[in-house]
C-alpha cells in the first residue's frame, strides 16, 4: 500500500484501473471530466490491458454503449454528473431493468437553469428511483476504497443492478488529500472477474430487452424491488470484508457516531459529513447530546438501520443538498417515512450549499444550536440564503 | 431454422420486414449479434417468452440502437470473442433518421464494426403511419394529414446514403424487399469491409401504406422500377454499382395503388406533388445513371 | 410462470404463438406446376413455406432431388405474397372451408 497525496478524480481513477473493467464509456462534463481523461491516459500509455476505452457523443451514447458491452459480459464503467446524468436517465432505467451492474461516478453537481457548474445532490436525487443503487462517499478515501466494492455488490448474482458512487464535485474530485492506494493484488483478491449468469453470445442466442404485456410486467418490477432490498445484506457482507481486508471501517449502510446516547441526531450525506461531524465532536464537548448519522447508502435506502439508531431520539437535523420541489428535501422525506410508527422524533430539514454555496462550519452549528434551543419550527428550510427582493425583471 | 427468425412472430400478414431480416441473417447464417430499437420488428418479435430470434438480440431503447451496437463490438473486441459474429443492427426509418440520428452519426464517425440496417417503412408504423425524416412528400400520415389546406407531406425523404457517405462510411447501399438474392450478395459484401456499413432497405408498409398484403412485393418493385427507389452500392466512396431500370414506370403508376398517396389525384395541390415526386424519379434516374 | 433476470426469453419460443388461424385463406400448392425454385421460401414473411424432398430423378447420369414447396399451416397467415411471386403460378390461394358459406 502506498500512501500519497492525490486528487479526487485520480483516486476514483486508479481504483477503477485496478478493478479491471473491459469498456470505459464516457463523455466530459465538468467536474466529472478529469476522471475520464485519467483513465484516457492510462489507456494511451497501454496501462488498461485489454479494455477499450471510447468517447461518446454524448452521455447518452455513453451510458448506451455501456448497455451493449454489459449485455455481451463485460465489466463496464463510466463517470458523469448533473446534466450528463440526466441525459443518461433514460438509458440507466433501462439498464436497470435488464438488471446490467453497470459501475459509475457521478460527481454531484447542480442542475440547470440556472445553470451551474458547482456541487450540490440535485442530479443524482433526480435518478432515486430507478433501480440504480446509490452510495455518498465523504472523501476520497472512501471513494477509492468504494469502486472495487461496488463492482462486487452489483455484480452480485442475487443483486445484478448497476450502482452509482456519488461523490461531491469539485468539494471531493479536485480536492487533494492523502489517500491510501491499492495494490492490485488486494484488489484481485477481492474482486473476481466478472462472469454474468447469462450474456449476448452466439453460443445460447439469448433474447434481451423482451418487452412485457400487463400479464407479466409486475412481476418484473417485483424481483427488481427483491434485488434491491437484497443488496442491502449484500452490502453489509461486503462492507464488512472490505474492513477486514484493508482495516478502513467505512460502516454498514450508514455510519454513526455518538448515537448511543443522542437526543439530537444529525444526518446528513457526501463531503459535508467531514464538517458536521467537527460541529457534532465540539457539541458533545460542550455537553450536548448531540450524535452523528451519515447516510452512506442511499438507494436500497437504510430502514431497519434507522430505526434501530432513532429509536429514543427527540429530534432529528436532517441537511439536504437537494429539494423536491413542491415538498421538501429528499432524504428528510425518505427518513420520515421509514421512521413513521417507528420514532417519534421531530424532524428538521435544512437545504444548504445548493449550487455550490459555500456551508460554512457557523452555520451547521447554528442551524443544530437553533433546533436544541426550540428556534425553528419543524419542517424544511433553505439555510445561507441571501436577503432578496423575488421581481419579474 | 435456416433464417434464424422463426415463425410466430406477430407481424401484419404480408409484412415485408421479415423478409429482409430472414434474408439477412441467412446470408450470415446465423453468426451475428443483432440490436434493434424499440419499432414494429422488435414489438412483433420480442414479447417476453415469445422471441422469434435465434440470434443473439437485444433491445435497449427507441434511439440508441448504434451505441448498443457499438458497446457490443468494443467489448467481443475487449474480451477477444470478436470471431464470434458480425454485429448487425435492424433499425427502422424513423429510429435511424430521426431520434437515433446523433448515436448514429457517433458510431458511424468512431467506425465501428457493426453493419447497420435501417429497414424503411417511410414513417412510424408501429404507432400508425406518423411521419418521420424518410416519409417521402405527398404521404398521408397521421401526423402530416392531407387537408383542405395540405396534401399530406411538405418537405423532402432525409438522404441518409449521403449522410453515411460524409462520415466516411465505407460501405453504403441501398436495396428492396422485392429483390432478396440482391440483400444476400450486399450483406455478405458489406462485411468483407473494416468498419461501419449502411444498407437502406426498402420496406413496404401492409397498414401505413394502404395495400393489400400480398402487394408488398409489387409495390416494392414499383418504387425501383419509377426510380423513386434507387438501388445504389458505394465502397469506400465511389458508386460501384446500380440496379438499372429496363422501361422506366411513370411515378404515377407506383402513387396510384397505395393509399397514402391516392389523395394526391384529386387534391388541388396533388398535380403539383404528383410532378415533383416524378421530377425526384428523373433526377434520381440521371444522377445514378438508372435507365439501362 | 418463470420470471428471468431481466426479461430475457430463450431462442424461437415465439413458436408457441400459432398464427394459423389469422388468415381467411390457405395457400395450396399444385405440385404439378411447382418446380421446387424456392422463390416463395425465400420470400415468406412468416417462415412457413419449405421446399422439402419428394423424390429423385436423374438428370444426365446424376441423382437429383426433387424438391416441392410445402406449407406449414400452423402459422401461415394468408397473405397470398407466396402465390403472388410464384414464378409458375403454381400456388393459389383458396378460401378456409370455415368461411365457406
Known amino acids: 500500500m502506498v500512501r500519497k497525496v492525490v486528487r479526487g478524480f485520480y483516486a476514483v481513477a486508479y481504483a477503477v484501473k485496478l478493478c479491471k473493467p473491459a469498456v470505459i464509456c464516457a463523455y466530459p462534463i465538468t467536474p466529472q471530466t478529469e476522471i475520464v481523461e485519467n483513465l484516457a491516459a492510462m489507456y494511451a500509455n497501454g496501462e488498461l490491458g485489454n479494455c477499450r476505452y471510447i468517447t461518446a457523443e454524448s452521455e447518452f451514447g455513453a451510458a448506451s454503449i455501456l448497455v451493449g458491452a454489459s449485455a455481451t459480459g463485460a465489466r463496464t464503467f463510466t463517470a458523469t454528473c448533473s446534466q450528463g446524468l440526466i441525459l443518461m436517465s433514460e438509458v440507466l432505467w433501462n439498464a436497470a431493468g435488464m438488471r446490467l451492474p453497470i459501475v459509475m461516478v457521478i460527481a454531484n453537481r447542480a442542475l440547470s437553469a440556472p445553470l451551474s457548474i458547482w456541487n450540490d445532490h440535485q442530479d443524482s436525487m433526480a435518478m432515486r428511483d430507478a433501480g440504480v443503487i446509490q452510495v455518498y462517499v465523504e472523501n476520497n478515501q472512501e471513494a477509492h476504497d468504494m469502486i472495487p466494492q461496488a463492482y462486487k455488490i452489483a455484480e452480485n448474482r442475487s443483486v445484478m443492478l448497476p450502482f452509482m458512487v456519488c461523490m461531491d464535485g469539485y468539494k471531493l474530485t479536485h480536492a487533494y488529500e492523502p489517500v491510501d492506494l491499492l495494490e492490485q493484488e488486494t484488489v484481485d483478491n477481492f474482486l473476481p472477474p466478472y462472469d454474468p449468469p447469462i450474456k449476448l453470445t452466439t453460443k445460447d442466442p439469448l433474447t434481451f430487452g423482451c418487452y412485457a404485456p400487463p400479464h407479466c410486467y409486475m412481476e418484473f418490477r417485483v424481483v427488481m424491488q427483491r434485488a434491491m432490498m437484497r443488496a442491502k445484506k449484500v452490502m453489509e457482507d461486503v462492507f464488512k470484508e472490505w474492513a477486514e481486508l484493508t482495516g478502513r471501517n467505512w460502516g454498514g449502510l450508514i455510519a454513526t457516531d455518538y448515537m448511543d446516547d443522542a437526543e439530537i441526531a444529525v444526518v446528513a450525506m457526501g463531503s459535508v459529513v467531514g464538517l458536521i461531524r467537527e460541529v457534532v465532536e465540539e457539541m458533545r464537548k460542550e455537553g450536548k447530546k448531540v450524535g452523528l448519522v451519515k447516510i452512506r447508502s442511499f438507494r436500497p435506502f437504510p430502514t431497519e438501520d434507522l430505526r434501530k439508531v432513532m429509536k429514543d431520539v427527540e429530534k432529528i437535523v436532517v441537511f439536504e443538498r437537494a429539494v423536491s420541489f413542491g415538498h421538501e428535501g429528499p432524504v428528510a422525506i425518505d427518513l420520515k417515512s421509514a421512521l413513521f410508527g417507528h420514532c417519534n422524533a421531530k424532524v428538521y430539514s435544512f437545504a444548504v450549499g445548493l449550487g455550490g454555496r459555500d456551508i460554512p462550519k457557523d452555520l451547521i452549528r447554528r442551524c443544530i444550536n437553533n433546533v436544541i434551543e426550540g428556534k425553528v419550527d419543524e419542517g424544511f428550510h433553505f439555510e445561507g440564503v441571501k436577503e432578496f427582493e423575488e421581481v419579474i425583471i | 431454422m435456416k433464417f434464424f427468425f422463426s415463425s410466430g412472430h406477430g407481424a401484419c400478414p404480408g409484412c415485408s420486414l421479415p423478409i429482409a431480416v430472414k434474408n439477412v441473417l441467412y446470408a450470415l447464417e446465423g453468426k451475428c449479434f443483432v440490436v434493434n430499437p424499440t419499432g414494429c420488428l422488435e414489438i412483433i418479435s420480442s414479447q417476453y417468452d415469445r422471441s422469434a430470434w435465434g440470434v443473439p438480440y437485444i433491445h435497449s431503447l427507441f434511439e440508441n440502437a448504434a451505441a448498443v451496437a457499438a458497446g457490443i463490438e468494443a467489448a467481443l473486441k475487449a474480451l477477444k470473442r470478436e470471431d464470434e459474429g458480425h454485429v448487425v443492427v435492424f433499425a427502422g426509418d424513423g429510429a435511424t433518421a430521426d431520434i437515433g440520428v446523433g448515436c448514429l452519426s457517433g458510431m458511424f464517425d468512431r467506425n465501428h464494426d457493426v453493419l447497420y440496417i435501417c429497414l424503411d417503412n417511410e414513417a412510424y408504423q408501429n404507432t400508425g403511419n406518423q411521419q418521420s425524416g424518410l416519409t417521402p412528400p405527398g404521404s398521408n400520415t397521421t401526423t402530416t394529414p392531407a387537408g383542405k389546406l395540405l396534401p399530406g407531406k411538405v418537405g423532402k425523404k432525409k438522404d441518409m446514403v449521403a449522410f453515411a457517405l460524409a462520415h466516411g462510411v465505407p460501405y453504403v447501399a441501398t436495396a428492396s424487399v422485392a429483390y432478396p438474392t440482391d440483400i444476400r450478395r450486399k450483406v455478405k459484401r458489406a462485411v468483407e469491409f473494416e468498419g461501419s456499413k449502411y444498407i437502406q432497405i426498402h420496406c413496404p408498409c401492409v397498414t401505413g401504406w394502404g395495400i393489400n398484403s400480398n402487394e408488398t412485393i409489387k409495390v416494392a418493385k414499383l418504387a425501383v422500377e419509377t426510380a423513386l427507389y434507387p438501388i445504389v452500392e458505394y465502397e469506400n466512396g465511389e458508386l460501384v454499382r446500380v440496379r438499372k431500370i429496363k422501361e422506366r414506370k411513370p411515378v404515377e403508376e407506383y402513387l396510384k395503388i397505395q393509399r397514402r398517396f391516392r389523395h394526391l389525384f384529386k387534391h388541388p395541390k396533388g398535380k403539383e406533388i404528383i410532378e415533383e415526386l416524378q421530377r425526384i424519379a428523373d433526377e434520381n434516374a440521371k444522377r445514378f445513371g438508372l435507365d439501362a | ?101
Open chain 3, 1 to 101: 410462470m418463470k420470471i428471468t433476470l431481466g426479461a430475457v426469453s430463450k431462442p424461437y419460443s415465439a413458436l408457441k404463438m400459432k398464427t394459423g388461424d389469422w388468415g381467411t385463406h390457405w395457400p395450396k400448392v399444385d405440385e404439378e406446376l411447382c418446380t421446387g425454385c424456392g422463390t416463395c421460401e425465400m420470400f415468406c414473411p412468416d417462415m412457413c413455406i419449405e421446399l422439402v424432398k419428394v423424390g429423385e430423378e436423374e438428370v444426365n447420369g446424376k441423382i437429383k432431388e426433387i424438391k416441392k414447396a410445402k406449407v406449414n399451416y400452423d402459422y401461415c397467415k394468408g397473405c397470398g405474397l407466396c402465390a403472388e411471386v410464384c414464378p409458375t403460378k403454381a400456388i393459389k390461394m383458396e378460401l378456409k372451408e370455415i368461411y365457406k358459406v
